[in-house]
């Protein structure tokens, strides 16, 4: 992409290929370059210094990976925000983020060294391990940059943020140091989600991120009550057997109703009564109810409430704990947890692996805080001691078969069958997470849950139900948020403690540090601290303290991004304080409500009672064409590189978002639908300004005057002109509301919208203006309020599709009185101002219902095979606004006869003189409201007499039945009555939007069939035209010759209808057909072929090139006679083009001065030679 400035003797506009030739990923690259050459994206921050700051957080990716059509969406919404807000008067810093740390680079490395615990872990040595992990942070990161560069997106990566950096890690010291002094942080004793092949526990967030459908063993084991006079057992259920070698109790609830029961084989079992039909051989016949409606050979024995359990002791099912617990454990608690949904309304409990487990057993002094509770799971989810063979070095999950088989052969297994349920996997290993108690530090949530409500209500969520909702419902719900991780890379938590636990020192520097150690420190990653020690504050006579081997989760890190990101408060702090925080938008998907927005928010209400952000929009999730989530392995879906080399990235962004996912809504993605945006809404949109381009040089090449938009008279007075001007003020203005307030989903749909309004009505409509028919003035008005459009719409969606309005705006600006050099880029252009002089809303309506009289009308001529080549003698609209019904008759008459093929165009204001009025409830409405009575109230509506109806229609609400409804529960419809003296074959009625009913009388007569056939010769001349690759403003003239054997009458339908229908063709054609005897001899033949019309007659329709007509003795009188000088000017005269004699006969008044030999010969038009 170049630009320079005009040549003399150029054209203003550069010209344009067609579009099936253009290459929209092509002129992307060269717009690319373009950027690259002129530093666009600096250029631009450097014009927009001084400005309010608009401050934009990213959310860090991981460099691990490369990159998909989520963080293209994220990267998009980001990109189309942050131009219009640097288009709108701000400056917009925008900086990458990487997240260096945590368990996907770990887990990386881990694959690569084989590493599968701790042990392997300390073996290799933890310094050479994090430089490993340190080595392959920024594996992808030039594949990161170029993708993002190639979907259009600004964005600074010179100055990007990392979280390994050390600025970076030394003030989310700063911020846990500061909870750690608000008493907001502590260190606890929690179940967790545990991800066995990571060796680390999760957040509760983070276990939410993949849930998967998965088969589990469902198991029914039994549990004998010590001292029952009835020998009777528990019946306990669980989907995870690998827990009962930790079984320390079983839990009831005291409101639910149990009993003894005893079976066919004279067993005794207790369980909740709701649950009895969970029995084997008991059948599924639902909940019983009474003694009567079990099968044969069941018996209750007794019925007993929950709490009367409570205390009971059974055998253990394993012994490993029996002798160490059996003083405490073994017994029956009541909790109401416990439900009647699922299983048998008993419990049993392992506290190391449940919360509620944990919590039931505590309060029942089963356990106690502090004291020994049974774990013999390892780091890697394997058992250990004092759990023996065949069960210990083995996966839990794998041991799950050999615990059922040794629990079958106790006798103790009732039912062994497997169950499908949804279950969390670890989000970066892919396996199952396991439950397990283990210590970690916690940010104190639940203490600050009441402010976490009240800022959430402090900003603004697109869409609000995610807001309002999902993440109101999360924080309400939220525990205290485990943010130790005992990794290795990662920023180590700044706690040094003593071996007794008694002396602890937090630190929030790295100046803190060498202080308290006398050591210098550059880098505060685990091999560069963990071996410093600080002495003890009770004296010389302690040992010193030492470094905690935790890690920060790298969720406490991006949370911190805001602070972090600006070395607060260490650097910056008035910056930070005063101008950037909180931030004015961020943007991420769905997962992100437990995920980075939900520790923005932790963290910034823990530290300031602020939100981090103001404006937040959410997108929903990019799944592959088959709904099921994108997946390499599965290969189902396209690589996004692979679709921004075949369509481009604008067709790309548009397809994204203008889709469900901008309202948080998931989206299938399909490759067809990036080729529809480009079908349906780029190729149109290049097609009208190609249309411009084609025009503008056309009327330059004839006027040899530059086109100047802005000299033509502002004040429109073509309907059309008036029409797309006061609908681009429109734009403008509801593009801009809506874009302050986030709502990308209604923008994009509007502009899509216009661009096809632009193409469909004002350029299609408008085709016979712009190429000249009403004459130069005229011309130049349609010619300059296209430009304008044009030009506005390139401003407008610049931040939607930056390359083609860039590429567009590049050749348009030529036209600008300072052709365009005070701002050298679309995107260095403030967004456009609506223009308040040229609204015209009464037009805009009237348009509008225009084009829904048009579609009505192709809509009754389809189902009545009635094609749009074939006149119809007219058509009736009905409607109630006499404003539309007078614009129809007047401008916009001529509009709907020739795009509806009509020869009369009639309206009325009164529906009932052609139909008569029908109500239809809104059941969807209605039946939530009137319930029951839903069925009387739709039949009375659809009994409604006449009269009131025409009374609802006037006052928009009714009574029926005692209750009132209004205009949104009662749907009016028109039934058409065929009118008197017409059967009902020769006229059709259907009514369109805005309450439109449009008539067409569909009988047929010769006239109206030569009508036809003249459209369907224009259609078969412009094939032929296009055919021969002629352009729209190429001139030609056509000759006819008909076929000889074609039979005389069709041989004279053919010369009555050109008679006929002369004017017309002449209108469409510049100049009527003539037969080919009339074509000058020297005339240079463009195109020929022989085309069937339908009535039959067979034509040979040639085009040529217009020539000049010379008058042979004329031109040899002004010659004085000479032959041979006769004979040279005509030469000259028929080697020049025909539109170039034009343009100088126009400038000297009818003259033209022909040199020829050094001789002069002064010609006239009209004396010497012909002009048509």
Not at 231 to 256: G, K
């Amino acid at each position: 992409l170049s630009y320079d400035p005009q040549q003399p003797g150029m054209s203003t506009l550069e010209d344009v290929i067609e579009g099936k030739d253009y290459s929209f990923p092509a002129e992307e690259e060269a717009v690319l370059e373009y950027w690259k050459r002129t530093n666009a994206f600096k250029e631009q921050l450097r014009r927009s210094e001084g400005r309010p700051e608009y401050v934009f957080y990213d959310g860090p990716p991981f460099a691990t990976g490369l990159p998909h059509y989520g963080h293209i969406l994220a990267g998009t919404i980001k990109d189309v925000v942050t131009r219009f807000a640097c288009s709108t008067g701000h400056h917009v810093t925008r900086r990458f983020g990487w997240d260096c740390h945590g368990l996907p680079v770990e887990y990386e490395i881990d694959k690569k060294l084989g590493i599968k615990g701790k042990e392997d872990v300390l073996r290799f040595g933890i310094g050479k391990y994090n430089e490993e992990c340190r080595n392959i942070v920024m594996r992808y990161s030039k594949e990161w940059e170029k993708t993002v560069l190639r979907t259009g997106r600004w964005i600074d990566f010179d100055n990007d943020y990392k979280t390994l950096d050390r600025s970076f890690m030394e003030s989310v010291w700063w911020v846990f140091k500061t909870l750690w002094e608000k008493n907001l942080v502590y260190k606890g004793f929690k179940v967790m989600p545990y991800s066995t092949a990571c060796n680390t526990p999760l957040s509760n967030f983070e276990a939410g991120l993949d849930y998967r459908d998965v088969s589990d063993p469902a198991v029914m084991v039994l549990f004998p009550i010590i001292g029952c006079e009835l020998h009777a057992s528990f019946v306990a259920w669980t989907t995870t057997p690998w827990t009962l070698p930790s079984n320390l109790a079983l839990c009831v609830n005291p409101t639910f109703i149990y009993v003894y029961v005893r079976g066919p084989g004279g067993d005794v079992f207790l369980l909740a009564e709701a649950r009895l039909n969970t029995l084997p051989g008991m059948g599924k016949q639902g909940r019983v109810s009474d003694s009567n409606s079990l099968p044969e050979g069941w018996e209750i024995m007794r019925r007993v409430l929950g709490s009367e359990l409570e205390g009971l002791r059974y055998e253990p099912i394993f012994p490993f704990f029996e002798a160490e617990m059996k003083g405490t454990a073994f017994k029956v608690c009541c909790d109401r947890y416990v439900t009647d949904e699922s299983g048998s309304g008993v419990v049993h409990q392992a506290p190391a692996y449940g919360e509620d487990d944990f919590r039931v057993c505590l309060a029942n002094g089963v356990v106690v805080k502090g004291g020994v509770l049974p774990d013999p799971v390892d780091a890697n989810g394997c058992f250990c001691h004092p759990v023996t063979e065949p069960y210990r070095g083995k996966h839990v999950k794998e041991a799950d078969k050999d615990l059922i088989a040794a629990i079958k052969n106790m006798g103790r297994l009732l039912d062994n069958s497997r169950i499908v349920h949804s279950y969390p996997y670890c989000w970066r290993s892919h396996t199952p997470l396991i439950y397990k108690a283990v210590a970690s530090y916690f940010v104190k949530v639940e203490d600050i849950k009441i402010r976490l409500l009240e800022n959430n209500k402090k900003t603004r969520w697109v869409p609000p139900h995610v807001q309002e909702k999902r993440f109101h419902n999360w924080l309400e719900n939220a525990h205290d948020w485990a943010i130790s991780r005992n990794r290795y890379w990662g920023t180590p938590i700044p706690v040094w403690c003593s071996d007794d636990g008694e002396e602890i020192r937090v630190f929030g520097s790295i100046d803190e540090l060498e202080s308290a150690t006398g050591k210098n420190i550059n880098d505060i990653h685990r091999h560069f601290i963990d071996h410093l020690e600080v002495p003890s504050g009770r004296g010389p006579n302690f040992p010193p303290l030492k470094r905690i081997e935790d890690v920060f989760d790298c969720w406490f890190e991006s949370g911190s991004m805001p602070y972090a990101q600006q070395h607060y408060p260490f650097e910056n702090k008035e910056f930070f304080e005063t101008k950037i925080f909180p931030a004015n938008f961020v943007a991420e998907g769905l997962d992100q409500t437990r995920g980075w927005f939900y520790t923005l928010m932790v963290l910034s209400t823990a530290l300031f009672d602020r939100p981090a952000f103001q404006n937040l929009v959410c997108n929903g999730l990019v799944l592959a064409s088959d709904g099921k989530k994108m997946s390499k392995s599965l290969k189902n879906y396209p690589d996004p590189n692979e679709i921004l080399n075949k369509y481009g990235a604008d067709a790309l962004r548009l397809y994204l978002i203008n889709s469900p996912v901008v309202r948080a809504e998931p989206l299938r993605f399909k490759e067809e639908g990036v080729f529809a945006v480009l079908k349906d809404v780029f190729l149109p949109w290049y097609n009208a300004y190609r249309f411009l381009v084609q025009n503008v040089r056309r009327v330059e090449l004839e006027t040899a005057l530059p086109f100047n938009p802005f000299a033509v008279e502002q004040s429109a007075i073509n309907v059309l002109d008036r029409w797309i001007a006061s609908a681009t003020a429109s734009l403008v203005t509801f593009v801009k509301t809506e874009m302050e307030n986030y709502r990308l989903y209604t923008v994009v749909p509007h502009l899509v919208t216009f661009i096809g309004q632009l193409t469909n009505i004002y350029v299609r409509y408008n085709r016979s203006r712009l190429k000249g028919k009403n004459g130069l003035d005229d011309t130049r008005c349609a010619l300059s309020a296209l430009y304008n459009v044009l030009f506005t719409l390139c401003k407008m969606m610049a931040p939607f599709t930056p390359f083609f309005a860039e590429k567009m705006y590049q050749n348009l600006r030529r036209c600008l009185p300072d052709k365009g050099k005070s701002e050298p880029s679309v995107h260095f252009c403030p967004f456009p101002e609506a223009s308040v002089a040229v609204l015209d809303r009464r037009v805009e309506k009237s348009v509008a219902r225009m084009q829904v009289v048009i579609e009505t009308g192709r809509q009754i001529r389809e189902r009545n095979n009635k094609s749009l080549k074939t006149p119809l003698k007219r058509v009736t609209v009905v409607h109630s606004d006499e404003h539309f019904l007078s614009d129809l008759q007047g401008e916009l008459r001529d509009f709907v006869i020739e795009e509806l093929n009509i020869q009369r165009l009639d309206v009325s204001p009164d529906p009932m003189k052609f139909a008569m009025i029908k109500a239809e409830p809104n059941f969807p409405v209605l039946g939530k409201r009137l319930g029951k009575a839903m069925g009387k109230v739709a039949k009375a509506v659809k009994q409604m007499p006449q009269d009131d109806l025409l009374l609802f229609q006037k006052t928009g609400t009714c009574v029926i039945d005692s209750y009132t409804l209004s205009q949104d529960d009662i749907t009016i419809k028109y039934e058409f009555l065929t009118p008197a003296g017409f059967k009902r074959s020769d006229v059709d009625a259907a009514s369109g939007e805005e309450d439109v009913m449009v008539i067409v009388d569909l009988t047929i007569d010769q006239q109206l069939l030569d009508s036809g056939t003249a459209r369907e010769l224009v259609n078969r001349i412009q094939k032929l035209r296009k055919s021969a690759g002629l352009h729209a403003s190429d001139v030609v003239w056509v000759f006819f010759e008909p076929k000889l054997l074609t039979d005389r009458t069709s041989n004279d339908d053919l010369h009555r209808l050109l008679k006929a229908e002369e004017s017309y063709l002449k209108s469409m054609l510049g100049r009527e057909p003539r037969h080919v005897s009339s074509k000058p001899s020297y005339a240079v033949t463009l195109a020929s072929d022989w085309c069937t019309l339908s009535t039959g007659a067979e034509i040979k329709v040639t085009l040529t090139r217009p020539c000049v007509s010379i008058i042979k003795t004329a031109l040899q009188m002004a010659c004085n006679d000479s032959e041979e000088l006769a004979a040279a000017v005509s030469s000259v005269m028929l080697s020049r083009e025909y539109i170039s004699v034009a343009c100088d006969c126009r400038e000297n008044d009818g003259f033209l001065s022909i040199h020829v030999d050094g001789k002069v010969v002064s010609l006239q038009a009209g004396k010497e030679f012909i002009l048509e």
